[in-house]
């Protein structure tokens, strides 16, 4: 094993690129700080990085397509979101207030933070990276149906556009409507159309052509 | 619970002064529609500075028409923005805008 026949670029070993940023080496420090005044241990630290990683889209996935299938768990969903993610084995505890947006022919929910970048992360782990970008936290506020077109949906004048703003301790999850042609699905082949992104309401779930 | 209802009319307090604060700018001085009484919540602006957060403050959704919030706003007319304010935030708007 020998990089001597390869072409010399002058510099012969890569070095790996561990340079951390501003905000990470806090973080690190904070970390180290934390743990060397006993308030967190490693191990405490490392069961939450776990739990987090857990948590992703696919529980949102369930409870939208047990909702699309069985309309008394809907109406439970919907009257008190917390319990229904209990009874689907969710843990929604650590949420103070979690509220389900319903969408429909004429209305459709659009969920962003403005402040920073609140997100329903005990259920879906997580946000994406353009959730806590400066630019979707502007736009999404003053231009939702532009936002929504560039995500690939164009909203006819008729559809109501709400966009909540998640200020405070509540959390917002998108429930989208179910897709045409998607009858005699399974549960399980419904929650796969249910993207991460139509949870947050930047798109409805995916038409059933997409997947065949 | 708390000093509005759904329905009542309300404005955002178009005050600044430094700190936590989460009533955001863009919606301070606007006029809304209350949705929900959310529930009382300890306060945020306190919390954030490593205090009780006590007394606890009445939390509301309130609504906006986006072209009252944006004047160029470009959407259809129905749009609407939704927002969760604090109650000591918010006072009586005596008159339509």
């Known amino acids: 094993m020998s990089g001597h026949d390869l072409p010399s670029t002058g510099h012969e070993h890569p070095h790996p690129k561990h340079e951390l940023g ?42 939208v397509a047990r909702a699309w299938v069985d309309p008394d768990f809907k109406a439970r969903l919907l009257a008190n979101p917390k319990a229904a993610c ?6 929604a505890t650590s949420i103070n207030e979690f509220v389900v947006l319903e969408n429909t022919e004429k209305v459709r929910h659009l969920v962003v933070c403005t402040l920073c970048s609140c997100y329903p992360r005990p259920i879906l782990g997580r946000p994406p990276d353009w959730y806590k970008s400066f630019n979707y936290r502007s736009r999404a506020v003053n231009d939702p149906r532009g936002v929504m077109r560039e ?62 | 619970m708390g000093k509005f209802k759904p329905g009542d009319r309300v404005r955002v307090r178009a005050e600044d002064r430094p700190g936590h604060i989460r009533t955001p700018f863009y919606i301070r001085g606007k006029v809304g529609t209350v949705e929900r009484v959310h529930g009382e ?3 945020p602006e306190l919390l954030a500075y490593g ?13 906006f028409n986006q072209k009252e919030i944006w004047e160029e706003y470009g959407g ?11 109650e000591h935030w918010l006072e009586a708007a005596q008159h339509k805008v």
């Not at chain 1, 005044?37 to 409870?63: C, D, H, W, Y």
């Not at chain 2, 007319?77 to 604090?86: E, G, M, Q, T």
Request: glycine share 6%; charged share 30%; no cysteine.
């Open chain 1, 151 to 212: 995500f690939g949906s164009e909203l006819p004048e008729d559809v109501e556009v709400r966009v909540h703003d998640s200020t405070a301790d509540i959390r917002y999850l998108v429930l989208p409507l179910r897709p045409p042609g998607t009858q005699g699905m399974s549960m399980e082949e419904l929650a796969k159309l249910v993207t991460r992104d139509s949870l947050v309401g930047v798109v409805d779930p995916l038409p059933t052509k997409a997947r065949s």
């Open chain 2, 41 to 43: 919540f300890l306060n």
């Open chain 2, 51 to 63: 205090r009780d957060g006590l007394p606890k403050r009445v939390l509301y959704l309130v609504s």
């Open chain 1, 86 to 91: 209990a009874e689907m084995g969710i843990d």
């Open chain 1, 22 to 63: 501003p905000f990470a080496r806090r973080v690190y420090a904070i970390r180290e700080l934390l743990i060397e005044k006993g308030v967190l241990s490693g191990e405490e630290i490392q069961q939450q990085v776990r739990f987090m990683e857990q948590r992703t889209p696919a529980n949102g996935a369930k409870l």
């Open chain 2, 76 to 86: 259809s007319p129905k749009d609407r923005l939704y927002a969760d304010i604090y």
